[in-house]
């Protein structure tokens, strides 16, 4: 792409605006940082002065991200081991644990489980009974993000494909 006096506008949800700072952009990337932002709220952005390289006009782009609260987890993703019976569950962020533990579930029937190893970004857990292919939920209990304050459980849906 190329530039003509870009600029970035942001509001949040409710239509208040947040100043915008253009940090760095290139022939394909344009990067920003909002000043003053909240967590926790969806934002939507408009560049300006941008045009793809052989059109004659400049355009307008658009787009929409979240700032996550420090204090929020998810799991980010699972990956499944055939031959050692085991996943990998893969968090967002940095946590810490409590009395950890893990289910396994697919429509109401439980699989036996247990935590193998646990670090700082994730969790390795022993399940017997998976089938390659196949549909589970995985929920893991005593985790907190570690700028939360409160222990929580955190699950995810996951298809048990060994890669």
Known sequence: VKYKNPKVTVKDSSGKKYKAIITDRDNDELDFKVVKYKTGK?????????????????TTMKGTFKIKSPASLAIKEVDYDQEDSTISVEFDKKVDWKDAKVAVTKAGK???????????????????????????????????AKAAAKYKTVSKVFKAIDD
């Open 110 to 144: 439980s699989y036996p489980s247990h935590i193998v190893e646990k670090d700082n970004d994730d969790v390795e857990v022993y399940v017997k009974g998976l089938k390659n292919g196949y549909k589970y939920k995985v929920a893991v209990s005593g985790v907190k």
């Open 42 to 58: 969806k934002y939507s952005f408009t560049i300006t002065g941008v045009k793809k390289v052989g059109n004659k006009s400049y």
